[in-house]
């Protein structure tokens, strides 16, 4: 059975940063593409980052693009976020997922495309 927990989560002010992490059980790590996704209140679940299969492609939202790092360490079975100069903008509820289709050194940003999802971890960012 496949599961993904997300931690890491909570609130911090404008300009400060979190890490989070989501572990994952139940299957190859390796062999599967990890994303990040959120959530706002009254908002559709967006697209925020994703990285390859062994970490040699990295991709990000433009709303995040030099703020937030992914990574993956897959001895660990976990992968992360950094997340930097927050904003209240990135106040969410923020999803780890994973794509079990092979797409060599890149990664997909549709959330289609991803098989199994996190329970999810809330981000607060206060003004």
């Known amino acids: 059975q496949v599961q993904l927990v997300e931690s890491g989560g909570g609130l911090v002010q404008a300009g400060g940063s979190l890490r989070l992490s989501c572990a994952a059980s139940g299957l190859t790590f390796s062999r599967y593409v990890m994303g990040w996704f959120r959530q706002a209140p009254g908002k559709e679940r967006e697209f925020v980052s994703a990285v390859s299969r062994y970490g040699g492609g990295l991709y990000y939202a433009d709303s995040v693009k030099g703020r937030f790092a992914i990574s993956r360490d897959n001895a660990k079975n976990t992968v992360y976020l950094q997340m930097n100069s927050l904003k209240p903008e990135d106040t969410a509820v923020y999803y780890c997922?994973?794509?079990?289709?092979?797409?060599?050194?890149?990664?997909?940003?549709?959330?289609?495309?991803?098989?199994?999802w996190g329970q999810g971890t809330q981000v607060t960012v206060s003004s």
């Open positions: 997922a994973a794509d079990d289709k092979y797409r060599h050194s890149s990664a997909s940003s549709l959330i289609g495309d991803y098989d199994y």
